[in-house]
């Protein structure tokens, strides 16, 4: 049976609709937010991330002594990560369910005559029918799940991708991040020819935040989206990893949010059995 099958006996037919172990929740569409800033995301200072995880990540390999001839980037975005192991020489495959985020990241693999190959598919359920001997999943991308359930499919569908003996390396916003900055009040970041601004309310009994992102680039009408995070907890992510047969090689703090030791995002680095 299918996982999407499983999911849909479990907690009913409806496809809007994930239940979770501790709670039943709406979910509500984060990856329209995504169609509607895919144009400014690159633009918003999102690259700069993707540099840092692109070092992170080599350096992970260094240590497992991996050099992967195939990267499969889950919740890609725009494709910066992929198109950096894609120069590598990795055979390069990236998922997204937003549909306008895959074009953007299409139109700049076309640019920079990189190859890559682009699915857009739900992070917790797809098939591609191989394994890669890395998979990555970044930004925070796992927290946009609205519960435990969701997660857990999330990372299973990841580890059914995995060839064995492969990493699978990805980061989450953690309680601080979450304690400190989801809870308000508003953030401005400055970028070239304009701002970002966020307001951000996050609710700590049912560890769940909403941020109404504005981008605002000079010279055009401002565009706005919600993106929807759940703040997971480490022992859930740790449950879903052993179960989907990773052994969890370090969590550490990802240096881009803050100085490490009160780092406000999580680092995690996990090897296929
Ligand atoms: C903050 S962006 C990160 C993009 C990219 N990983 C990066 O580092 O720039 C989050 C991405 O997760 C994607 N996403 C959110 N929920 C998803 C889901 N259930 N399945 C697949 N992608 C999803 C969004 O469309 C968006 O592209």
Not at 96 to 124: I, N
Not at 215 to 223: I, Q
Not at 235 to 245: P, W
């Amino acid at each position: 049976m299918s996982l999407a099958d499983r999911l849909r006996r479990w907690f009913g037919p409806s496809s809007g609709t994930v239940g979770a172990s501790d709670a039943t929740t709406t979910e509500r569409p984060t990856h329209g937010a995504y169609d509607r800033l895919a144009r400014w995301y690159d633009w918003s200072g999102a690259i700069a991330f993707s540099d840092t995880c692109v070092e992170l990540t080599l350096r992970a390999l260094r240590d497992a002594r991996l050099e992967p001839r195939s990267c499969l980037d889950i919740a890609c975005g725009t494709g910066s990560f992929l198109m950096a192991m894609e120069r590598r020489g990795a055979f390069a495959v990236g998922v997204d369910r937003s549909h306008a985020m895959l074009v953007e990241a299409r139109d700049k693999a076309r640019e920079q005559h990189a190859r890559l190959a682009l699915v857009c598919a739900d992070m917790r359920e797809f098939q591609l029918g191989r394994r890669f001997e890395l998979v990555t999943c970044f930004y925070d991308a796992l927290n946009h799940l609205p519960d435990t359930i969701g997660v857990a499919a999330a990372i299973e569908t990841a580890a059914r991708h995995a060839e064995g003996g492969g990493l699978y390396v990805f980061d989450t916003n953690n309680e601080r991040m979450f304690q400190r900055v989801w809870s308000g009040p508003r953030a401005t970041i400055d970028v070239v020819s304009g701002d970002v601004e966020i307001d951000y309310h996050y609710d700590p009994v049912r560890r769940t935040g909403s941020a109404q992102v504005t981008f605002r680039r000079r010279g055009e009408p401002p565009v706005t989206g919600w993106v929807h995070e759940r703040c997971h907890a480490a022992r859930e992510l740790e449950r879903a990893l052993e179960s989907a047969g990773f052994v969890l090689e370090s969590r550490g703090p990802h240096p881009y949010f803050a100085d490490p030791s009160e780092s406000l995002k999580d680092l995690w680095i996990a090897r296929k059995r």
